[in-house]
T-cell receptor
């Protein structure tokens, strides 16, 4: 499975945007880019996913580089509730087994 | 309405004991998973079941035995507990297996402490 690289931590002020980078230089053409987050003392939760085009949903936006070797998760207005570990995960479209390979993720700290 | 629930939330036990963790999902999903999060916070897949059939077993010691009595339940039984089994165990479910069934829903976790 292709690996991802994320910064260990990022800090943001409340109500400001947060841009979380993820490098995946060995991504294959059939890898989807998924983001999950884990709030303190909770299970992970799905945030967003994409393949080639940028994606938006109610939680976040996902910007994917043209060469797909990197992507950025954008939280448009960080709230205290967004403080969590954010995981960038690649999933091959040929993978029919469904497992998520979590890395260390990025710890996001939001200050009031 | 809890989508994926686990019991118990906390489990403290002695080495050598046998214990079970239960998981139930009310989402009508076909696929269920067990993940383990160790003290360093790394999350790793342990098992996956699809329609009550085992489809992933990630080199987990055979002291761990998942059981799926029906599509809505996936229980984890652990024999002869060891100190290294202390971790948080998460159950998850998804509509199907492949990346097209993209979203996995996780339970709140069960913190297992082996003394």
């Amino acid at each position: 499975d292709a690996k991802t690289t994320q910064p260990n931590s990022m800090e943001s002020n409340e109500e400001e945007p947060v841009h979380l980078p993820c490098n995946h230089s060995t991504i294959s053409g059939t890898d989807y880019i998924h983001w999950y987050r884990q709030l303190p003392s909770q299970g992970p939760e799905y945030v967003i996913h994409g393949l080639t085009s940028n994606v938006n949903n109610r939680m976040a936006s996902l910007a994917i580089a043209e060469d797909r070797k990197s992507s950025t998760l954008i939280l448009h207005r960080a709230t205290l509730r967004d403080a969590a570990v954010y995981y960038c995960i690649l999933r091959d479209v040929a993978d029919s087994w469904g497992k998520l390979q979590f890395g260390a993720g990025t710890q996001v700290v939001v200050t009031p | 309405d809890t989508a994926v629930s686990q019991t118990p939330k906390y489990l403290v036990t002695q080495m050598g004991n046998d214990k079970s963790i239960k998981c139930e999902q009310n989402l009508g999903h076909d696929t269920m998973y067990w993940y383990k999060q160790d003290s360093k916070k790394f999350l790793k897949i342990m098992f996956s079941y699809n329609n009550k059939e085992l489809i992933i077993n990630e080199t987990v010691p055979n002291r761990f035995s998942p059981k799926s009595p029906d599509k809505a339940h996936l229980n984890l039984h652990i024999n002869s507990l060891e100190l290294g089994d202390s971790a948080v165990y998460f159950c998850a479910s998804s509509l199907g297996q492949g990346p097209y069934f993209n979203e996995q829903f996780f339970g709140p976790g069960t913190r297992l402490t082996v003394l």
